[in-house]
């Protein structure tokens, strides 16, 4: 067991993570479309346009760096979305016990 | 006359200069904004998201390069606003016939 079980990963695991990793991903996206369409509501100036500007600026890079699934860094991706409340741990039920244990206590730090 | 008149500004008609750009220059910030609203209402997915992004980076430096107030290529701009419609000839009125002659000559091309 040890590494070898947490690098393998089965068919079944892969369309587990893959479903959970789209789900985080599109609460992601809904959270971000919702605080963007408030901000956008209220600009009233060229400064909070441009505020709003920046703010998407970040959010995409952030985004777009996050949500890279591979399957070698996948267990950080899990804990830290786990960790902000985008993935419950339950939706990756069906992974190995050693997989869900790591990204159970990484969410914790 | 000739060059000196163009070239040379008086307090007033820097005054009037001053007006007339800030007045185009906030027609030109509130349309940017009531499109980025409309935009965001309808934005519902992440590719929409992004292309608001885009839209707003290319708004932004296009707003920012061309309402840049010196008085040297200060005839051009009023040109292109006129042209556009964000600045009515009529706003200009107090500068002096030479220069009101060149920016509508400009501004029909």
Redesign the interface.
């Given at each position: 067991m040890g590494e070898t079980t947490v690098a393998v990963w089965t068919a079944q695991e892969q369309t587990i993570a893959r479903h959970a990793f789209d789900a985080a991903q599109s609460r992601a996206?809904a959270s971000?479309?919702t605080t963007?369409?408030t901000q956008?509501?209220r600009?009233?100036?060229?400064d909070s346009?441009?505020h709003?500007?920046d703010y998407?600026?970040i959010q995409?890079h952030g985004?777009e760096g996050r949500f890279d699934f591979r399957l070698d860094g996948i267990l950080f991706v899990f804990a830290s979305l786990v960790k902000d409340g985008l993935l419950g741990l339950d939706e990756l039920d069906g992974l190995d016990p050693e997989k869900l244990a790591k990204i159970a206590a990484m969410a914790r730090f």
């Open positions: 996206v971000l479309i963007v369409q956008a509501a600009v009233s100036s060229v346009l441009w709003l500007h998407l600026s995409r985004l």
